[in-house]
């Protein structure tokens, strides 16, 4: 009896192996690879930015996506930067600018594998940089080259101020308002809080585009601002923001309500975007029945006046001002 279970005893262990994997675990055979799906996000950002590069949408026939390894080549040289692991994200950093393929490979527990790949871009500071100086008053302003433009980074501040309650005349005086009166006032970067009514920046004449700015430069139009703003569009509003990498450093300070007196942290709409005159106008409701000038704006890209708010439809508003070289 005992001899028999001797001889039985392997059989039924050998037996129980191949069932259990029957039931359980599919044999090598069986199996299939997994289906590698990788994303990133952001897929834009500059060289401090923290990129996250996610293969958890990748999906496996016969396991769940816990009993999954990745490892990941971060700039598509066939070299592996990370051994493999059992977690599906990565964070990383692009801290020299440029565009990277990244690629990912993941594999199932009985060793099968498959790839992914995905592109991530990092850009760095403007450094393409310079300064004017204004011939008329002997102001400096920063300027910053963009998409082959030259732009002011810093707001521009010429002219006499006037009271807020008061409106501009053309009177050939050029005039500005400053943010709560006080004509000292600005920021760290930006230049000046410094508005004008439409009418000043474009020098009462539709038809030269010069304006107010410095010769040599004219005030922006709707094709302008939409040429510094469409090839950039995807690396976000900071990047035209005061401290932004583009260096434009763009104010968030509102717009000025005309005839009324300066409110506390201003304005109207509000101060957390910023709004930029543009020297194009449209025949519409606003102020009456007269030109109606268009701003470009974090919020809105290039709208019109007349749409900020039914105050400012009614009685106007100021806005800063940037210039374009010509």
Known sequence: MTARICIFLPVILIWLCFGCEHMGVQPDDDNTAPKARLSISPSTGDSTKSFILSGLSSVDKEDITDLLEFRWDLNNDSIWDTEFIAYPYLITHFTIPGTYRIRMEVRDRHGLSDFASAVAASFGIN?????????????????????????????????????????????????????????????AVGGYYTYYHWNEVIDYDTIHPQGLCPPGWRVPGNADWEALWAPFYARGLTYFSTGGFSRLNLSSIGIHELRKTWEVMDLSPCTSCW??????????????????????????????????????RRNGGALPVRCIKE
């Open 275 to 312: 709004m930029y005159l543009s020297r194009d106008f449209k025949k519409d409701f606003y102020r009456g029945y007269g030109p109606c000038p268009f701003y470009f704006g974090s919020n809105s890209g290039i709208a019109s006046m007349r749409y900020v708010n039914d105050s400012i």
């Open 127 to 187: 450094n393409d940089t310079s300064h004017i100086i204004d011939t008329r008053d002997g102001q400096y302003y920063r300027t910053v080259r963009i998409n082959g433009a030259w732009w002011m980074a810093e707001n521009l501040n010429f002219g006499t101020m006037v009271p807020d309650t008061q409106l501009c005349r053309d009177n050939g005086i050029f005039e500005k308002y400053s943010y709560h009166n006080d004509p000292s006032i600005m920021g």
